[in-house]
C-alpha cells in the first residue's frame, strides 16, 4: 500500500491536527488563524504558478509545508467557528437570565421521572430586558402533552451551566455535552408556556412520525419484548428504552456493535439494494440512476435511524463510493473513507471527540488493512470453512484496532469476541435482510406477520447465543485501562507492524522492536509512581461515603452505604485508572461527631462527619476536586470545594502524619 496514491487520507490526517491543537493554542492564535490561512494558500498557489524545474528541490519541500500548514489552520479555524468564546450573543455570556424563548429541537424522550428534550434558544430576558440570543439547552419538563419539534416556548428561569465531574475521572458529561454544542441543562417542570405550534409538520417531525409508526408497527407484529427492542434498535437505531440486563448480556458478550446502527448496517442495506439493482452491470445513464437511487435509500435510511456519527459516517462513504462506481467498477475505498470524514468534520469538527467516530474509523481501517494480511494465513478448503474464517478473520482485524479504545473508554475487553462474531455478524444480515423488507410492507398485514414472525424467531435465536455467552466463564476481562501514550505506542506498532508484512525492511523490524520497549518502559513507570503514591481520597458522592486509600501500591477502601450504580459510575474509573482496584479494607469507627480511620502505618485519623475534613490538619496538605482538576486550599475558596467535589489529603511527613 503506497500512502501517495491516497492523498485525502494524508488531507484528513492533517485536518484533525489542525482541530486537536486548536484548543491548546486558541488563547494565543485565535487572531492569526484566517490571516494565517489566507498566507499559506496565497504562497501555496503563488509558488504553484512560478514552479520552475531548476529548483525543483526547493518547490518540492516549500509546496508540501505550505499544502499541510493550509490544511492544519483549515482545522484550527474550522474548530474556531464552534467556540462559544467568540460568539458574543450565545447563552454563556448572559448572566442572571429571568425568561428566555426556545424552539423545540426534537422528540420527547422519555426518562424515569420526566421527559428530555433539547431547545434552542434565541431569545433572553434579564435586567435590561430581551435580547437576541443563541445556544441549546437540555430541558428536562412534566407536561402531559409531548413537545414536537419546531414548536416555540416560553420557559421561566434560568439554564444551569452542565455541571462538571465531582470526582476525578468520572466521565465528564458536561465535556461530551459541549462538544455537541450543549452548554446548559434545565429542569423546567410545567413552568413554560406554549407560544405556537408548528402549522406545517417540518421534515424532522415526518421523519420522527414515521420512525415511531414504523416503531409501532414492530411492537404489533413481534411479541417477544427482548425481541422487539432489538429490532427497533437494529432497524431504526433506538435503544434508549432497551432491558439492562439485554444490554449487559451484549456488553458482555462483545456484541454491542450491532446494536448501535452502523457500517455494518449501512453496509447491509447498501448490498442488499446493490445486489437487486445490480449497477455494476448497467451502463452510462442506467448506472447512474441505479447507484442514485441507492444513495437516496441509504441516506433515508440514515435520517430515518438518527444520523449518529457512525451512521453519517457509513452513509457519507458508500456515497463517495456511489460516485466512485459511477466511473469505475472497483474503486479504492481508501479515498472515500477519507473523503467522507474529512467532510464530516468540516461540518462538525467535534465529531472526532465522538467515541462511535472513533471506533467506526478505527474498526474499518483495521478491516480494510489487516482482514486480508489475517486472510491469507489458512486457506480452508471447505466452502463453510471459508465462510466461517472471513467472519473471523474480520472480526480479528477489526478488535485489532479497536480494542486499545475500547479498553480506554470502557475498561472492559469480551473474551469470547470471535465466537460472538460468528453469531452475531451472520444473524444481524439475516435480521436485516428481513428487517428491511418488513419496514417496506409493514402497512400489509399479512405480509407483514410473516415477515414480523421471521424476523422474531432469528432475534430470539441470537438473544439465546448471545446470553449463552455471557453465561460462560471469564466472559469479559474487566477492570483493565490503556493510557494515552500507550495506545499511540500500540497504534505505531500496527502501523509499522503492516509495512513490515508488506516490505520487509529492517527499519520498520527495529522500530516495532523500539516501541515494545517503550511500551514495557511506560508501563513501569506507571508502576513505579503508583507505588509511590501515597494519599486518601474522599468521594463526593449523593448517597453514603467511600474512603481510598492508596499505601504503597495497594488500595484500602471503606464504603458505607453507598448507591451500587454510583460507585460503578463515581468512583471505579478513579480506582482502576490510579489505584487498582481495593484488596483490603480500612477499619474504621464512630466517635462524637468524627469519623476514626485506622491507616496502615499510621496512627488514626480523625475526619469530622459534617465537612469529611480532618480535625488536625498539621502534617498533611487538602486538595479538593474542581473542573477537572486538584485544588490547594490557598487557590480555590474552602466551602464551595467541600461541596461540590471530592477531597484528597496528601502526608508531607511520612512518619507521623497526624
Not at 258 to 273: Q, T
Request: with cysteine; aromatic share 16%.
Amino acid at each position: 500500500m503506497k500512502f501517495n496514491e491516497f492523498p485525502f487520507i494524508r488531507y484528513t490526517v492533517f485536518f484533525v491536527l489542525g482541530v486537536l491543537l486548536y484548543p491548546l493554542t486558541k488563547e494565543f492564535l485565535s487572531a492569526l488563524l484566517l490571516p494565517g490561512l489566507l498566507f499559506c494558500l496565497g504562497a501555496y498557489f503563488i509558488l504553484a504558478i512560478v514552479y520552475s524545474p531548476e529548483r525543483k528541490w526547493f518547490f518540492q519541500v516549500s509546496l508540501p509545508v505550505l499544502a499541510y500548514l493550509s490544511l492544519i489552520f483549515s482545522g484550527m479555524f474550522v474548530a474556531s467557528s464552534r467556540d462559544v468564546d467568540l460568539m458574543p450573543e450565545h447563552l454563556v455570556h448572559f448572566p442572571k437570565i429571568k425568561n428566555y424563548l426556545a424552539e423545540v429541537q426534537e422528540a420527547d424522550q422519555i426518562k424515569p421521572n420526566s421527559k428530555g428534550n433539547l431547545v434552542f434558544v434565541y431569545a433572553i430576558e434579564n435586567s435590561e430586558g430581551w435580547k437576541p440570543a443563541s445556544g441549546q439547552v437540555q430541558i428536562y419538563h412534566q407536561s402531559s402533552k409531548p413537545l414536537l419539534p419546531g414548536t416555540t416556548i416560553l420557559i421561566k428561569g434560568a439554564p444551569q451551566l452542565i455541571p462538571t465531574p465531582t470526582n476525578p475521572s468520572m466521565f465528564d458529561y458536561s465535556t461530551y455535552m459541549e462538544r455537541k454544542g450543549v452548554y446548559f441543562t434545565h429542569f423546567i417542570g410545567e413552568k413554560f408556556s406554549v407560544l405556537s405550534t408548528p402549522q406545517k409538520a417540518s421534515w424532522s417531525s415526518t421523519v420522527i412520525a414515521w420512525r415511531q409508526y414504523l416503531a409501532d408497527k414492530i411492537g404489533t407484529y413481534i411479541e417477544n419484548p427482548h425481541a422487539v427492542q432489538i429490532s427497533t434498535a437494529l432497524l431504526l437505531g433506538q435503544k434508549n428504552d432497551m432491558d439492562t440486563n439485554l444490554k449487559d448480556a451484549y456488553a458482555t458478550a462483545g456484541a454491542m456493535h450491532i446494536l448501535a446502527v452502523s457500517g455494518l448496517h449501512v453496509g447491509i442495506i447498501y448490498g442488499f439494494f446493490f445486489l437487486i439493482f445490480k449497477p455494476s452491470q448497467k451502463k452510462g445513464f442506467k448506472r447512474v440512476f441505479y447507484l442514485s437511487l441507492i444513495m437516496v435509500i441509504i441516506w433515508f435510511y440514515a435520517i430515518l435511524t438518527g444520523l449518529s456519527p457512525s451512521v453519517l459516517r457509513s452513509a457519507t462513504m458508500f456515497t463517495f463510493i456511489c460516485f466512485a462506481q459511477m466511473k469505475s467498477r472497483s474503486p479504492s475505498i481508501f479515498n472515500p473513507l477519507a473523503l467522507s470524514a474529512l467532510v464530516l468534520l468540516l461540518y462538525d469538527p467535534f465529531l472526532i471527540y465522538a467515541v462511535g467516530f472513533q471506533l467506526s474509523y478505527a474498526a474499518l481501517m483495521g478491516i480494510l488493512l489487516f482482514q486480508p494480511l489475517i486472510r491469507k494465513l489458512w486457506h480452508p478448503e471447505k466452502k463453510w470453512l471459508r465462510y466461517l474464517w472471513d467472519i473471523t478473520s474480520v472480526g480479528l482485524a477489526a478488535q485489532l484496532t479497536t480494542f486499545p479504545l475500547a479498553v480506554y473508554y470502557f475498561h472492559i475487553f469480551p473474551t469470547y469476541f470471535i465466537l460472538t462474531n460468528l453469531l452475531a455478524i451472520p444473524a444481524a444480515f439475516v435480521i436485516m435482510s428481513i428487517g428491511v423488507p418488513f419496514l417496506l410492507f409493514a402497512a400489509i398485514p399479512y405480509l407483514a406477520s410473516i415477515l414480523g414472525w421471521l424476523m422474531e424467531m432469528a432475534i430470539r435465536l441470537l438473544n439465546y447465543g448471545i446470553f449463552g455467552l455471557q453465561a460462560l466463564p471469564f466472559a469479559k476481562m474487566d477492570n483493565l485501562y490503556l493510557y494515552l501514550p500507550e495506545m499511540i505506542l500500540f497504534w505505531s506498532f500496527l502501523f509499522f507492524l503492516f509495512h513490515w508484512i508488506d516490505g520487509r525492511k529492517k527499519y520498520q523490524l527495529t522500530a516495532m522492536i523500539v516501541l515494545v520497549f517503550a511500551f514495557g518502559i511506560y508501563r513501569l513507570y506507571v508502576g513505579i509512581e503508583r507505588v509511590s503514591k501515597d494519599y486518601l481520597i474522599i468521594y463526593n458522592l449523593k448517597k453514603g461515603g467511600v474512603f481510598d486509600y492508596l499505601h504503597k501500591g495497594q488500595l484500602f477502601a471503606m464504603e458505607s452505604e453507598v448507591d451500587a450504580a454510583e460507585l460503578k459510575y463515581s468512583i471505579t474509573p478513579h480506582r482502576i485508572k490510579e489505584m487498582g482496584m481495593p484488596v483490603n479494607r480500612l477499619a474504621f469507627s464512630e466517635e462524637t461527631g468524627n469519623y476514626k480511620i485506622a491507616l496502615p502505618g499510621r496512627r488514626d485519623v480523625l475526619l469530622d462527619k459534617k465537612t469529611f475534613l480532618p480535625v488536625d490538619l498539621s502534617g498533611i496538605e487538602l486538595l479538593f476536586w474542581k473542573d477537572g482538576k486538584w485544588w490547594r486550599k490557598e487557590e480555590f475558596p474552602l466551602q464551595g470545594a467541600i461541596s461540590e467535589g471530592a477531597i484528597k489529603i496528601t502526608f508531607n511527613n511520612k512518619e507521623s502524619p497526624l
